[in-house]
């Protein structure tokens, strides 16, 4: 089982910058992708961005140039610093782990954060 811990979301302006931070813990294979997921109300939860074990990135079409995913695996923990934030990303950000050691699959979410653009 893996715990993630997200924080970060809030109120800005239109223009204006977060970064999310999800803290992973417990049984994390070596081998695994973490990311971000939104849901705005209404609408489906859709990918925003990844990032493996390895360091590959993949974002969402409408993210690229604004938001940068990263990661620190010392300390098991993933960043998404958003810029340039319009009203049309407020949702609910998801922290994801998909790991896999051999055979065996771990998938886990967190809790959800809300980032909110307006102003």
């Known amino acids: 089982q893996v715990q993630l811990v997200e924080s970060g979301g809030g109120l800005v302006q239109p223009g204006g910058s977060l970064r999310l931070s999800c803290a992973a813990s417990?049984?994390?294979?070596?081998?695994?992708?973490m990311g971000w997921y939104r849901q705005a109300p209404g609408k489906e939860r859709e990918l925003v961005a990844s990032v493996t074990s390895g360091g590959s990135t993949n974002y969402a079409d409408s993210v690229k140039g604004r938001f940068t995913i990263s990661r620190d695996n010392a300390k098991n923990t993933v960043y998404l610093q958003m810029n340039s934030l319009k009203p049309e990303d407020t949702a609910v950000y998801y922290c994801n782990y998909e790991g896999r050691y051999g055979l065996v699959k771990s998938s886990s979410w967190g809790q959800g954060t809300q980032v909110t653009v307006s102003s």
């Open positions: 417990g049984s994390i294979f070596s081998i695994n992708v």
